[in-house]
């Protein structure tokens, strides 16, 4: 079920929204439990983890030290010794710290032990510009770790899609990176009030169209389809969809799109080069180049850090009309 | 009387286990059930990793083997007073670890030739060599990675024995070297076991040397435990070539983790008497033979055997026994093994993730 096909109901706010799936998924599991920096006496530096600590108690919400390979060593420790835990690292940028956990401890144990561990451990993170807070508090990091066999990755930019990726991630057996989106947090949308769950690896068809596959995720897949109403009033009819899982990917769901509209446009707010449109991109052209009409297109941040000053971070990252001109230029009507 | 004196600077090893037991009531004594288990684990480990040595130097085994000769009575005396609900975090020297957690032989050394019937399939080899099962939460081919893991088990454990209405916990032991206290991952560890006054007891394996470079080189203290200030943790230093001197010191921390007493840093001094990698090493001359020669004069299987000989507790018969008994074993392990099916590369896939009812 996407955002475009609940129930309509009542709103919720993309912070609230997460509050109540990590809410959910300790009340309905009770060997998970919370950690990370500011989480709980604080509710975290996002207010999205408020309440959390009055409700659970100082052993199942706790505040770590800043201590980020801690964190993920705790996760890895705790998780293959029978708890649930959902941890939190602030800002994705953070990741750097404790990439040997993530990369070497996290996501090959189970592997290299022969299928003999079990990593239940879902890490929740806040990628993504917009907030003037310069190079190493705005990144989108999530192609590292798509990079990485063992961990999964969603990265769900409606209030809807976060909540469900918690729950689903919580619910999970193996550890799933939830990477939100700190540019939406007061984006609303509707959010049933009882936890559900979101299909690993399904993407979200968020609009149909025939002319234009466009591909984007996080953030970007409201700029995109911003973009896909510009170019309607142009005649031009974009097909948008969500991965939402970077890992695994929805490969059918895309390439059936593009050998329907016969060409792909791929967005998103890392960088570009090695980026996971990259990817997304070569699998249109190992599995849809029959199909397609021009080459793939890709809009991406360009290929520095992410700049501070409001005016160079607004050219940075992507947006609906740089979307729309690309657009124009793949279907040569620009 | 057991092997008191530093060789690497003469000076003499303060004993803080032994001080803790000169001054409490009762001290600890091993009773010949615990030294024969010591001895036992001591002799497997030592026969386990020169056969080891020999196959991979032979080239029947794939890839390379960090060996623990030398480092017996450490992994002996902290496992003697542990179970397999207890977890132990290892290093890439890390075959002692699981020998002395009960690790059966035919899957080590399976595990070693990359067979399906090793106790990671295959799939991990000597650096991860592992028995989740027996609380071995595996070797590790990164320096400092066992001490976060460990932590997490440990929380583990004070969270199910709280679920559980239990107060004695079970027990988490990274084992570590002294090159590993160096990297940032023991800091946050040894931090947040501190804070949380979790089971923990942190071994370390001061062997003196970190890969190739001399502990004076590599850290301004010569005691590791020194560290344990810095965290709020007691520090002990123990003679990690005495069994019984690491047995009396982990016994302690360990007692006192499982009581709700927080974490300890044990530190062994011991020594590795063969190369990084294999038996015959790389060829490098990093240690004098002067040095070398030294240690092994403190070799820690002879000194425990003559000791329980002087003791009544065994004979030397029967101490042969014991060695022939464990020789016994590997020569059949080592045939299990090599008679062992090789993965199916069909399965190159398998385990990657866990299954789920929905993929």
Redesign the interface.
């Known amino acids: 079920m996407t955002a475009a096909e609940a129930p309509a109901g009542r709103q919720l706010v993309y912070t609230l929204a997460i509050t109540e799936g990590v809410r959910q998924a300790l009340q309905e599991e009770?060997l998970a439990?919370m950690a990370g920096e500011d989480v709980a006496g604080a509710g975290s530096v996002f207010g999205i983890y408020r309440g959390l600590l009055d409700e659970f108690g100082p052993?199942r919400v706790i505040d770590?030290?800043i201590?980020e390979?801690?964190i993920?060593?705790?996760?890895?420790?705790?998780?293959?010794?029978?708890?649930k835990?959902i941890v939190d690292i602030m800002f994705m940028d953070f990741i750097g710290e404790c990439m040997?956990?993530i990369v070497?401890?996290l996501a090959k144990?189970?592997?290299?032990?022969?299928?003999?561990?079990?990593?239940?451990v879902t890490v929740l993170t806040m990628s993504g510009a917009g907030m003037n807070l310069a190079a190493q508090h705005s990144q989108s990091l999530e192609a590292w770790l798509c990079h990485t066999?063992?961990l999964?990755v969603v990265m769900p930019a409606t209030a809807y899609d976060v909540k469900g990726a918690i729950i689903t991630a919580a619910r999970?057996?193996?550890p799933v990176f939830v990477v939100m989106c700190k540019g939406l947090m007061a984006l609303p949308g509707e959010v049933p009030e009882e936890p559900y769950t979101l299909?690993?690896?399904k993407a979200n068809v968020l609009r149909e169209g025939d002319n234009l596959t466009v591909v984007a995720h996080g953030r970007m897949i409201h700029e995109a389809t911003k973009a896909a109403d510009i170019l309607e009033g142009e005649g031009i009819s974009v097909e948008v969809i969500d991965p939402l899982w970077l890992q695994p990917l929805d490969t059918d769901t895309i390439i059936n799109s593009v050998s329907k509209t016969h060409n792909a446009l791929v967005v998103h707010e890392a960088v570009r080069f090695g980026g996971v449109g990259a990817e997304i991109a070569a699998q249109i052209a190992e599995l849809a180049f029959d199909y397609l009409d021009a080459p793939v297109g890709r809009v991406a941040a360009p290929f520095s850090p992410v700049p501070f000053s409001p005016v160079l971070e607004q050219t940075y990252v992507p947006n609906a009309e740089r979307i729309a001109a690309e657009a124009r230029r793949i279907l040569g009507t620009g | 009387m057991r092997g008191r004196s530093d060789a690497r600077d003469g000076v003499p090893i303060p004993l803080c286990a032994e001080d803790a037991v000169a001054n409490s009531s009762q001290a600890m004594e091993p009773s010949e059930e615990v030294l024969k288990d010591l001895h036992l684990r001591m002799v497997r480990i030592r026969h386990f990793e020169e056969e080891a040595g020999k196959l991979m130097e032979q080239g029947k085994s794939p890839g390379a083997l960090h060996l623990y000769i030398g480092e017996e009575a450490v992994a002996s005396g902290v496992m003697v007073h542990l179970s397999d609900q207890d977890q132990i975090t290892s290093t890439h020297r890390g075959h002692g670890h699981l020998v002395a957690k009960g690790g059966e032989f035919k899957k080590m050394y399976a595990e070693l030739y990359g067979r399906e019937t090793g106790y990671n399939k295959g799939r991990g080899g000597s650096m991860h060599i592992s028995n989740v099962d027996a609380g071995m939460l595996g070797a590790n081919g990164i320096v400092a990675a066992g001490p976060p893991i460990a932590v997490g088990a440990a929380f583990s454990n004070k969270y199910l024995a709280r679920m559980e209405g239990r107060d004695s916990m079970n027990v988490a032991v990274p084992f570590f070297g002294d090159g590993a206290t160096n990297e940032g991952a023991f800091h946050e560890a040894a931090n947040m076991a501190a804070i949380w006054k979790l089971p923990v007891v942190f071994v370390c394996e001061n062997n003196g040397y970190g890969e190739f470079t001399p502990q004076a080189e590599h850290q301004a203290i010569s005691d590791v435990a020194d560290r344990a200030a810095g965290y709020g943790m007691p520090g002990v230093i123990c003679d990690g070539m005495d069994a019984i001197a690491v047995w009396e010191a982990a016994g302690e921390a360990i007692e006192r983790a499982r009581s709700g007493g927080g974490p300890t840093l044990v530190e062994c001094k011991t020594y590795r008497f063969v190369d990084h990698v294999g038996l015959r090493g790389i060829g490098l001359h990093y240690r004098t033979d002067e040095e070398l020669e030294e240690w092994r004069a403190r070799d820690p299987i002879p000194q425990h055997e003559q000791r329980m000989v002087e003791m009544g507790v065994m004979t030397a018969e029967e101490i042969q026994a014991v060695h022939d008994a464990v020789m016994a074993d590997i020569t059949e392990s080592i045939e299990f093994a090599e008679n062992s099916p090789l993965p199916d590369p069909a399965n190159l896939l398998n385990d990657v993730y866990t299954p789920t009812a929905a993929s």
């Open positions: 009770p439990f052993d770590t030290p201590s390979s801690g993920i060593g705790l996760a890895v420790g705790a998780g293959a010794t029978g708890l835990p040997d956990e070497n401890q144990m189970r592997y290299m032990f022969g299928g003999k561990a079990t990593l239940p066999p063992g999964k999970e057996p193996n299909p690993i690896g």
